[in-house]
């Protein structure tokens, strides 16, 4: 294991752009894993192995860690180095780091779109990434096949919003900077919008063939020119006093609604 312990260091410096900067992520065309569940993941997922693996000196006692790095030892490309825990602190994108990073290179994933039993999100212009995270954890489990998302929503790579999609990001097909209004022009199936302005519930559509389900900004909703694509207006009823849900939340009851009648009509 190689070790640094100056802040001086190219790589270290390096380090600290990844975690900051989307337009050092976007350049350099890579990111950072924090932590043994997220890097776990991604191994899981098989993709090209990890240039680095960053361990603080304190981590190395972790049984935990080490395990972990004796199971890779064939990884050869992946170098691994020591951080002292204060440089650790300073790179790490949490108040209390796990003790592990890992710099990878971010999949790129070829736009396509499929008709046959596909079931995608659009994403329209999601600026938190936590709630940008937890759509896209919704999704996975949910089967979800891609998720297609506007050039204006939050960087999808960042580490707030791959800490909140917990490995989602490694089970899907995410295509970022997407034109959705070209998808939906190529899309032959449902696309589906929640709405305030219809009565059409959820639970009343039918949902179990090819379905594109577009979700849009926290604030202002979804554009005029995405919303003009969709084909079905639907509303999640709510019984309570609340005008509306959180983003990540209506996703969450739709996706599982697709969910819940695809078993229905299964069995």
């Not at 640094?4 to 976007?26: C, E, H, N, Y």
């Not at 089967?143 to 899907?172: E, Q």
Request: positive net charge; glycine residues 4%; charged residues 15%.
């Amino acid at each position: 294991m190689q070790p640094i312990t100056s802040r001086d260091t190219p790589f270290f410096k390096r380090l600290v752009k990844l975690g900051k900067s989307a337009r050092q992520r976007k350049i350099s065309n890579q990111t950072l894993l924090d932590g043994m569940h997220l890097i776990q993941s991604y191994y899981d997922a098989e993709l090209d192995a990890p240039t680095s693996l960053i361990i603080s000196e304190s981590a190395i006692k972790s049984s935990e860690i080490t395990h972990f790095l004796e199971s890779i030892t064939s990884k050869q490309s992946t170098t691994k180095i020591i951080l002292s825990d204060t440089l650790f602190h300073q790179v790490s994108p949490v108040k209390t780091p796990t003790g592990i990073l890992a710099l990878i290179s971010i999949p790129k994933i070829k736009i396509h779109v499929s008709t046959k039993n596909a079931f995608c999100v659009m994403l329209e212009a999601i600026q938190d990434p936590g709630n940008l995270g937890s759509i896209l954890r919704s999704a996975a489990a949910a089967g979800v096949n891609d998720a297609y998302l506007s050039i204006d929503c939050n960087d999808v790579w960042s580490p707030k919003t791959l800490r909140a999609a917990m490995g989602a990001h490694f089970l899907l097909r995410i295509h970022e900077h997407s034109n959705l209004l070209t998808i939906a022009q190529q899309f032959q199936g449902k696309i589906i919008t929640t709405s305030l302005q219809t009565k059409k519930s959820l639970y009343q559509t039918s949902l179990t063939g090819p379905v594109i389900f577009i979700f849009g900004n926290e604030g202002t909703g979804l554009s005029a020119d995405i919303s003009m694509v969709a084909s079905e207006l639907v509303t999640i009823p709510m019984p309570g006093k609340t005008e509306s849900l959180n983003v990540a939340v209506a996703a969450a009851i739709c996706l599982f609604e697709r969910v819940r009648q695809v078993n229905k009509s299964a069995m």
